[in-house]
């Protein structure tokens, strides 16, 4: 009898996978039960091996789990890639891209469900003539039959969804299937209407806040070709659609495509590979394109397709920095700032009110001794929330119960210091009390329909007043906003962070774009006490290619990202000196390496979560492919390390921050 060799990757932070023997041949992909210790767990066939290096011990595959592989050959190539590239665990790889449910040796198998979606275009939904701009974008994209990475640089309003909606027609036409990602889940119900309106049949959604159940139906849906579009975060990039056309990458600027925890890796990125794999379009859209796009296009490695005008023929609003030196603020608002609120309230208009901090207060303060609140496993200040009447940590979530004296020096004069949103909201409600004020952030959010429920309360309303976090500078279509107004552009201007123009370039242009989508006179007022610095000149004339070009240029000159390439080390533990020992070895090893330039280790901010200290180290080099060669080599050393067992450590490839 012939006997077959598998080595298996399972769900576990293991860079490695295990050997297995099998009496039958099985697919590359599919999903097995093996033996694993004393239980029986699910494992992915990575590949047949010839001659496993000792047959001694081999387990035996127990059963194969389903009819089907799991992966198709690109999306298995993909995550093979990403598992290299990220330098993350294979098995815990592998693993992020099956639906939970298929995670665990249970009962669910992969099999149709035969519930086939028709698509044809509603007549109901009103398809518009396209601008010149348009016209001349699409027909250009339409020609785009291979991988060609396409960005399409769009100003708001410019009908990038638009096109997106007639790109996805011709392929639907062609009975193949799209995916489309955007960056949050809450701006998924509002590219989902737009796909909704336009098509008939079901636009499948897959994202994080779904039960496992929802979830698994429309990713099995996906795969026997019962569904052709789905709209989803980068948990859907390798969504199993049959026949996939092309992807849409929606706000390809946006960091939210970056997972921030575990297995760190770019929706975005894994969306190029995957369309390089597939030989498939890609299309990136955005108003203020990340650098590392723009770089490409530079190279010619991308292609970019302009839609410099709005549909409606508008001029941008204009930005008008607004000097508040000498201003008293209430609720972060400067009186000059009210008056112009309130002229906009007057004329029957909505106003957009952006500041980058949830909740009411940030600080919680005794007036006697100044103890401040502070959480007792992180190494960062409680924030007041009003709403809930607790004090809460941002960075943990733990919730604390408010103190009525301060527990050092027992006075009872303990009071609140700076402005979050329900700050914000408190005094705007108090000052226009016949004015509908919403707030639009993650505490108000996180209920399944919120989101929507805050559209239709806006669109509802004539004068409204709206106060979020950055969630409402991303992508949210607000026509009836006349007036934007940003409290605290000032942490975004001088941050030493890389990047940070950049970063606040797109956060202000954005924000700009949800004003005057149907008013030419709409402006955007940002608050500043630094109304003269040189990167707000640049920003304020609203031109992002311009600031991109700029920030090129200095990134150039400095060997920064995307000139060069960087990964940040972290490691934590709950003894300091463990991290340090551990990254000074690092550090050691690597300091002598040609095209390799080390800082750290650094403490990182905050220096301590949950009760873990942290400290980093930032690696960098002038290329991609060198600096993972290294990689891969300090991985494979760490991993003999004693050291190694103290910490828990991490890389943190292109990273977004370097705190
Ligand atoms: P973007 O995604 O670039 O911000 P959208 O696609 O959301 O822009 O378009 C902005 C608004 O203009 C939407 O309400 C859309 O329905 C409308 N629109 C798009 N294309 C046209 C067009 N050619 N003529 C008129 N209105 C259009
Ligand atoms: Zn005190
Ligand atoms: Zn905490």
Redesign the pocket.
Known sequence: MNIFYYDIAVGLPLRKCFTYKSKVIIKKGTRVIVPFGKKSIVGIVIKKISNPDSLKGLKEIISIADDYPCFDKSSFETILWAAEYYHHPIGEVFFSFVPTLLRKNNNKTISALKKFSEYQLNERDKK????KE?KATLSKLNKVKQFSPSLIY?V???????IYLQLAEKFIQKNKSILILVPEINLIPQVLKRFKDRFSGEIGVYHSRQTPNQRLKVWLRSKFGEIKIVVGTRSSVLMPLKNLAAIIVDEEHDHSYKQADGFKFSGKDLAIKRAQLENIPVFLGS?TPSLQTLKLVKDQKYKKFD?LTR??GKKPPKLIPLDISNSPLLGGIAIQTMSIIEMAINKGEQILIFINRRGFAPLYECENCGWVAKCSSCDSNLVFHKSKNRLICHKCESVYAINSSCPDCHSTEINTFGTGTEKVEQVLKSTFKKVPIIRMDYDSTRLKGSIEEIYEKVNKSKEAILVGTQMLSKGH?F?KVTLCVILNADGGLLSPEINAVEKIAQQLIQVS?RAG?NNNLAKVVIQTRYPYDENLKQIKTGNYQLVADQCLKTNKAKGMPPYSTITILRATSPNPLSCIKFLEKVSSLLYNKKNISIIGPLPSIPLKIKGNLRNHLIIKSDTKSYLNRVLKFLTNEIETWPETKKVKWTYDIDPHDMS
């Open positions: 518009y003539k396209l601008t348009q769009g708001t309003g410019s009908g990038k969804t638009e108003a839609l549909v409606d279509d026509p774009g989508r």
